[in-house]
């Protein structure tokens, strides 16, 4: 399986808004509602961000949105917080119950 | 609250054996798929292994297909990976997450990570 496409960088000042992309093929990220998002602090697990595209699960702040267009997902991260800055990782399933992940794009906030 | 515990990893040379274990808590274990994602040192995330919530269906990647088997016991709330024939490049993190269904689809939770170094 090859890894989904992501920027290796973003950034965005204190409040504003950030958008990740995740490119993959009909494969996985266009074949099924299945993409989810990992945030990951240094020397830290990941943490869920985003499910099933664009739902958060308990505890993630409304200021973190998924969506999907065809074989390209987004994450937005908005009113963007210094605790933001992290690694994020797409994930998509890839049919046959085998997963794919993104290779990571490390946010900054200035 | 849903708790995983990662344990096993240490230094191992090419060609030997590890056997990684993740104890779970929390939530029904026997409910849920499980999944092993690893990290190499300084890279990304590489899903490895899935298994069903009854643990009669297993998934791997291609790059350890052969070589890493995984199970659970439901009894005991344990997710396993038996690590075989190490190579340098699995030198990695290995964390165990717990799945949102009942099949390999997409991690929910995660576990701290244990780490395997393999080198002579």
């Known amino acids: 399986q090859s890894a989904l496409t992501q920027p290796p960088s973003a950034s965005g000042s204190p409040g504003q808004s950030v958008t990740i992309s995740c490119t993959g093929t009909s494969s996985d990220v266009g074949g099924y509602n299945y993409v989810s998002w990992y945030q990951q602090h240094p020397g830290k697990a990941p943490k869920t961000m985003i499910y099933e595209v664009s739902k958060r699960p308990s505890g993630v702040p409304d200021r973190f949105s998924g969506s999907k267009s065809g074989n390209m997902a987004s994450l937005t991260v908005s009113g963007l917080q210094a605790e933001d800055e992290a690694d994020y990782y797409c994930s998509s399933y890839a049919g046959s119950n085998n997963l794919v992940f993104g290779g990571g794009t490390k946010l900054t906030v200035l | 609250e849903v708790q995983l515990l990662e344990s096993g990893g240490g230094l191992v040379q090419p060609g030997g054996s590890l056997r990684l274990s993740c104890a779970a808590s929390g939530f029904t274990f026997s409910t849920y798929a499980m999944n092993w994602v690893r990290q190499a040192p300084g890279k990304g995330l590489e899903w490895v292994s899935g298994?069903?919530?009854?643990?009669?269906?297993?998934y791997y990647a291609d790059s350890v297909k052969g070589r890493l088997t995984i199970s659970r016991d439901n009894s005991k709330n344990t997710l396993y990976l038996q690590m075989n024939s190490l190579r340098a490049e699995d030198t990695a993190v290995y964390y165990c997450?717990?799945?949102?269904?009942?099949?390999?689809?997409?991690?929910?939770?995660w576990g701290q990570g244990t780490l395997v170094t393999v080198s002579s």
């Open positions: 997450a717990k799945d949102f269904r009942t099949t390999p689809r997409m991690a929910e939770y």
């Open positions: 298994l069903s919530s009854s643990g009669s269906s297993t």
